[in-house]
């Protein structure tokens, strides 16, 4: 997996000269998308970071919609990976409730904190490619992040706090909650919160997403 990180792009430059292009490229370009979101993966301006010419480029990515669609999906890989540290960094708490729950608020905290903090790489990872019919797009269950909710909700399960006939298609309102404040804080009418403001609206949501899983009905 590749971690999106200006020494990661340096090494991905230097490697080429042992005959790693492509992933040279693919950092260079993970470094656009980083400062100016998926519209800044452009082939020949990743190519001429890296150092070589366009041709040279096209030898391994068919264009510009084979590179973005590879630095979307290395951007899902980094987001999934902050948000496996998250969960690792969780206090051990015996009580599979609260354990449960301290891990689930963990990761949507986490999911936030990475759009906050890399909304040009966020952006990018959940961005769709106009030219391709939606049948044909890969699917909402690869995405490594959802497939964390899943297994955390799962928990939620397992410790007797979330009724089992609540959890099918429960992904989708966490998400949903969790990704529609980051998009409504990095484009929407929330971008002007002050740092207080944001903290207060992150913890709303959180909560609200914990009460709906496991309050009674």
């Not at 540290?85 to 409730?97: K, M, Q, T, V």
């Not at 301290?102 to 906050?116: D, H, I, K, M, T």
């Not at 391709?132 to 797009?137: R, S, Y």
């Amino acid at each position: 997996m590749l971690f999106l990180s200006t020494s990661g792009i340096m090494e991905g430059v230097k490697s080429y000269h042992h005959g790693d292009l492509r992933n040279a490229l693919t950092e260079a370009a993970a470094d656009l998308a980083r400062s100016g979101g998926p519209e800044a993966v452009v082939l020949r301006e990743a190519a001429r970071r890296v150092g070589v010419t366009p041709t040279a480029a096209y030898r391994h990515f068919d264009g510009q919609r084979d590179l973005l669609g590879t630095v979307k999906w290395q951007a899902q890989a980094v987001l999934a990976s902050t948000i496996e540290r998250a969960l690792n960094d969780c206090a051990d708490e015996p009580d599979p409730g609260r354990r449960a729950i301290a891990r689930l608020r963990a990761s949507g905290r986490a999911y936030l904190e990475f759009a906050f903090t890399e909304p040009g790489l966020f952006n990018t990872a959940f961005c769709r490619d106009r030219d391709v019919p939606p049948e044909e797009a890969p699917g909402y269950s690869e995405a490594g992040a959802f497939i964390l909710l899943g297994a955390l909700l799962d928990e939620l399960v397992a410790s007797g706090l979330m009724p089992a006939d609540r959890r099918p298609m429960a992904e989708f309102g966490a998400w949903s909650a969790v990704h529609g404040l980051a998009v409504l804080v990095l484009d929407g009418p929330l971008s002007g919160l002050t740092g207080s403001e944001r903290e207060a609206a992150v913890e709303t949501v959180l909560d609200g997403v914990v009460r709906a899983l496991v309050s009674p009905a």
